[in-house]
């Protein structure tokens, strides 16, 4: 049976393992730290200081990591105030700087570098961020499906040449998974068919993307099933997928581990691969005496791995803390069945609970454990789990409502209690808000709370006191399940009434208007010619040309066989003056794209365009300037992954969908109402908590569609939990079509055990549906403990079936006596109209709001490949919004020109000597002709410039030019002499493209006459190493004058 922990009795015992289950409030924190000072007290005795290097404190945040630091420190603080033993405190104090208390990504980059040598990692190895990873994982799946599909089309395909892009050791490990395919040419092609026809290609390029973020690892690690399921080709789709996944696998690390690059799941794999290492997993057992892990309840099985590695029973001692009640981070990899799993394997007598709640009023405790075990973790409430009661019955009764362990009690209980009366009769701290209108009835809640009067709890030297004060917009924070379809709403209600107020974490920012019309101008600069991106550009706010006029451009484009609403506009007088502004911004920018940091024409578009002035217009205008300026700020924090104008607004689109966070122009300190989703409420505390969208339908104890109807376009994987080491996986939606509710009733024996062993297969399975199910459970028991003072459902009055199973009639189900059931319509506030101190003014927009905006008059501005182009017009005028079909073929060779392209030139780049051109050649990157001396001189030179963006100013017939150019490496020897290199990813066997790249770099060291002496250009083929050498033209300048006249 669990008991309470005694810190008292935990001090005389800290050499023992500890479990220990801390419900909402029960102060987790501070009994971690009265633990960990505990040890420092211990060791005080013998005078070891260093004690500090022997403890690992891990949690899942920097800012939980902040603060449990913060508080040691405080209590260290306390004991140099006391002057006992003053040395030793303060030596502890110098030590916490070095202290082991830390994230779990950060411990183990830690382990990494501490170990660089011995296995091989640059100690200076960076942590990517989640865009770099999508974009590397795309990257690597796209190349696998070209493997797979090349293999498919030719099974004879020289293999080498088909993985030559790889370095040789990952070649090596590749081949070995090729040769496995190939092994069984009917199988391969019979599960790729199969794949393709069942999922489609982008579900199956989708599936593989989520399982290289994901579950990379516990792939490699799973099995595949040993029986043949009914239809073989379940267990050739399963053979496939893994083989897929290892390929892609490589590729990846090709990108990542081998640029010395981790994302947060390749550290924790590269930890666990290292720990493999008997002699460094040996020295961080004995290293750590003490390991303390916060927040156990959010771990997942890699994780757990990793601790019990390190913790050796009666070696070194394992102190776990968590709830499993508030584990909602399942989407993030969270895992809570390790919690109940790790909890037997725990004796009784190491398992602890905390269950004195110090957060919250009587009333809040009594109805959180009346809601948890009467409703929330009812077995009732999970009956038709049979399937899960009997496979995993472990973790179904742990994650059940347990009195010993999940009862908390109240601390203190004020007699003479002060309650805000917001009705006729109510008298309680939990009022369900019976609604008609949820948003309205929320603002008529908060409106009927501020001002009254409340005793609210206060802590004070480390005992309860209360303290009778009137209710601020501060002390209320508003909880949703999510934000994306209520924020709009919230908006509008609130400022009707008048109510100041902060959304923590606002989404939908990538579907907000003003931020499509930067889009839409994006868009039209990168491909003008596509009469969407044109149209929605000139009839965007940017420009506010009306629909009447782009019906006049159609016709007219129609009439003249136009190839494009673009040179429709160009080549007739139809535009208004303020349209014509607009559409020679937009083609100034669309020359300029090649050549201009892609920041600066982004920058450009908004200030020329006066975009952000044309926005107080809006109805929120605050909201709208600060979300065009937090895109802004996107756009510089990707201004070196964008190599082109292209990838960056690919970056920003792809951005959008990772962090769709809504800039905030309040602070959320200020004195206003605090609006946020009940996960990021996590870990945080108010004083008064409304909670709204409680309409939305639970989905429990329902079964999983089954049939042929099924929709497979959410497919995705999934895991069993591990046994006896062993995990297997399915792609459960595929497989569900055909396996389940199937009639056995006229087939063979042999087949009948097929079906049958195939339902037992996926049963394993269910355990992942109960656990997302029970999760929105755990959700609502989050919410309820977030209150310090009153708690708030707003109960939606509805009549539909699916009320009946919403999170609404959960709350209904409560038996608790002590809560205020309030029509909407019965509640009593102020009506007439206040104006409030803090309300923000609409206010002409700052100077400073376009000071980064301002760009250099309009010019006029000159770029080689615009003048090529000009030259070619006629060539390069086909109409860019006709489709055409692409074969497969030709896809992956565009996507491989596009991909490796511009993937080279960032490498070379980075290059600083030549002996980086020698690994590169070595890994495989390079042809081997790069070796010869002519590249040993060019990569040796000390003085160079990469990607130089160069700018000349020239005066031509009255008419102000800028010359443009971007080099891509110029080189100065002592004489100051230069010489330029321009990398192509071209086999250089074009002659009118040589012609033109001749161009080009005599267009570049006419540029560089100002800096030295210009002497040679060198084109460089990055496919195979060519190299074509180019000599100035001494009458570059009266050439270029010629040509500007004529276009």
């Not at 640029?259 to 008997?278: M, S």
């Not at 009254?452 to 209320?476: A, H, T």
């Not at 008064?688 to 339908?697: E, Q, R």
């Not at 297997?728 to 062993?757: A, G, P, R, W």
Request: aromatic letters at 12%.
């Amino acid at each position: 049976m669990t008991k309470n922990l005694n810190i008292n009795e935990l001090k005389k015992n800290l050499d023992k393992d500890y479990f220990i289950s801390a419900s909402a409030g029960t102060g987790k924190t501070y009994t971690i730290t009265k633990y960990y000072l505990s040890i420092l007290e211990k060791f005080e005795k013998e005078n070891y200081p260093d004690i500090v290097q022997n403890i690992l404190a891990v949690t899942f945040t920097n800012k939980a990591a902040g603060e449990m630091k913060e508080r040691i420190l405080e209590e260290v603080d306390k004991k140099l105030e006391e002057n006992k033993n003053y040395k030793y405190w303060r030596q502890i104090k110098t030590n916490l700087n070095r202290a082991w208390i830390t994230t779990i990504d950060s411990f183990c980059s830690k382990i990494l570098r501490e170990n660089n040598i011995a296995i091989g990692v640059d100690p200076n190895f960076t942590i990517i961020n989640e865009l770099k990873m999508e974009i590397e994982i795309e990257k690597s799946v796209y190349n696998t499906l070209k493997i797979l599909f090349q293999l498919y089309e030719d099974n004879n395909r020289n293999i080498e040449e088909l993985i030559s892009f790889l370095p040789i050791e990952r070649r090596e490990t590749v081949k070995i998974y090729i040769n496995e395919l190939l092994s069984d040419l009917v199988k391969f092609n019979s599960s790729l068919k199969y794949i393709i026809q069942e999922l489609n290609l982008d579900i199956f390029k989708k599936v593989l993307s989520e399982t290289l973020q994901n579950w990379r690892t516990e792939m490699k690690k799973s099995e595949l099933p040993e029986i043949e399921l009914i239809n073989k080709d379940f267990n050739d789709v399963l053979w496939l997928f893994k083989i897929s996944l290892l390929i892609a696998q490589e590729i990846y690390n090709v990108y990542t581990e081998d640029q010395f690059q981790f994302d947060f799941k390749g550290v924790l794999d590269k930890t666990l691969e290292t720990l493999k290492n008997e002699k460094i997993l040996n020295k961080y057992q004995n290293k750590f005496k003490y390991i303390i892990v916060d927040e156990y309840q959010d771990t997942n099985f890699l994780q757990k791995e990793l601790f019990d590695k390190i913790h050796q029973k009666g070696h070194n001692y394992i102190f776990y803390v968590g709830d499993r009640k508030q584990s909602i981070y399942r989407f993030r990899g969270a895992d809570v069945s390790v919690f109940a799993v790790t909890e037997n394997e725990f004796n009784e007598d190491s398992k602890f609970q905390l269950n004195i709640n110090r957060r919250s009023n009587a009333e809040i405790v009594e109805f959180a454990n009346e809601f948890s075990k009467n409703v929330l973790f009812n077995e009732t409430l999970l009956n038709s789990y049979e399937n899960i009661k009997n496979i995993y019955p472990d973790i179904f009764n742990n994650l059940l409502y347990n009195e010993t362990k999940d009862k908390s009690y109240f601390e203190a209980n004020d007699e003479n209690d002060v309650i805000p009366s917001i009705a006729k009769e109510d008298k309680h701290r939990i009022k369900y808000i019976i609604s008609n209108d949820e948003y309205h009835s929320i603002a008529k809640t908060i409106k009927a709370l501020v001002g009254k009067k409340l005793k609210f709890r206060k802590r004070k030297n480390g005992s309860i006191v209360f303290e009778e004060r009137e209710i601020q917009y501060r002390d209320i924070a508003v909880l949703l399940r999510e934000l994306k379809n209520s924020e709009e709403e919230i908006r509008k209600v609130f400022k009707e009434y008048k109510i100041p107020f902060y959304i923590l974490g606002s989404k939908s920012f990538y579907d907000k208007n003003e931020v499509q019309t930067v889009f839409y101008a994006l868009n039209a600069v990168e491909n003008p010619h596509n009469d969407f991106n044109f149209s929605g550009y000139m009839m965007s706010l940017m420009v506010g040309m009306p629909f009447k006029k782009l019906n006049k451009l159609v016709n007219l484009k129609k009439k003249n066989n136009f190839k494009s609403l673009y040179e429709t506009a160009e080549k007739t007088d139809i535009l208004s003056n303020s349209e014509r502004s607009g559409f020679e911004i937009l083609k100034k920018y669309v020359e300029l794209k090649y050549y201009l940091n892609p920041t600066v024409i982004l920058k450009g578009l908004i200030s020329e365009t006066n975009y952000l002035s044309r926005l107080t217009v809006l109805h929120d205008p605050h909201y709208a300037i600060a979300n065009v300026k937090k895109l802004l700020n996107e756009a510089e924090k990707y201004n070196t992954l964008a190599v082109s104008f292209s990838e960056l607004i690919r970056l920003l689109r792809k951005t959008s969908e990772l962090s769709e966070e809504e800039a905030a122009i309040e602070d959320e300190k200020q004195n206003v109402v605090k609006v946020l989703t009940i996960h990021k409420s996590k870990g945080l505390e108010f004083p008064i908590v409304i909670l709204g969208g409680l309409g939305k339908k639970i989905d429990l104890n329902t079964e999983e569609k089954t049939g042929d109807k099924i929709n497979v376009s959410n497919e995705k994987i999934e895991f069993s939990l591990p046994e006896n080491n062993v995990r297997y996986f399915v792609l459960k939606k595929l497989f569900l079509k055909k396996v389940k509710n199937m009639d056995i009733s006229s087939i063979n024996t042999e087949d009948k055990i097929k079906i049958q062993f195939g339902e037992k297969f996926l049963n394993i399975f269910d355990i992942n549906k109960f656990l997302e199910d029970t999760e929105s459970l755990r959700l609502l028991y989050v919410a309820i403990t977030r209150p310090k003072e009153m708690l708030i459902p707003i109960i939606p009055l509805k009549n539909d079936k699916n009320n009946e199973k919403s999170s609404a009639a959960l709350f209904m189900k409560s038996t608790y006596e002590k809560r205020d059931l309030i029509p909407e319509n019965e509640l009593v506030f102020e009506t007439q109209e206040i104006e409030e101190k803090n309300e923000k003014k609409l206010e002409d927009i700052n100077e400073r709001n376009l000071s980064d905006l301002t760009l250099f008059a309009y010019k006029k501005y000159i770029a080689p490949t615009y003048i090529i182009n000009e030259m070619k017009r006629e060539e390069n005028s086909e109409d860019l919004t006709e489709e055409h079909y692409i074969d497969i073929k030709d896809f992956f060779e565009n996507e491989d020109y596009l991909l490796k392209g511009t993937e080279m030139h960032a490498i070379m780049e980075s290059i600083t000597n030549f002996s980086q051109i020698q690994s590169l050649i070595k890994n495989g990157n390079l042809p081997k002709a790069f070796d010869n001396e002519l590249i040993k001189r060019l990569f040796t030179a000390k003085k160079v410039k990469t990607e130089w963006r160069l700018v000349k100013r020239m005066v031509f017939n009255g008419i102000e030019y800028m010359i443009f150019g971007v080099p891509d490496r110029v080189i100065f020897d002592e004489n100051n002499n230069i010489e330029i290199i321009d990398y192509k990813y071209s086999d250089l066997s074009n002659k009118e493209k040589i012609e033109d790249y001749k161009f080009q770099l005599n267009f570049y060291m006419y540029l560089l006459k100002d800096f030295g002496n210009p002497k040679k250009g060198y084109v460089i083929s990055l496919k195979n190493g060519k190299i074509i050498e180019v000599d100035p033209d001494e009458n570059f300048e009266e050439y270029l004058k010629e040509i500007i006249t004529t276009i």
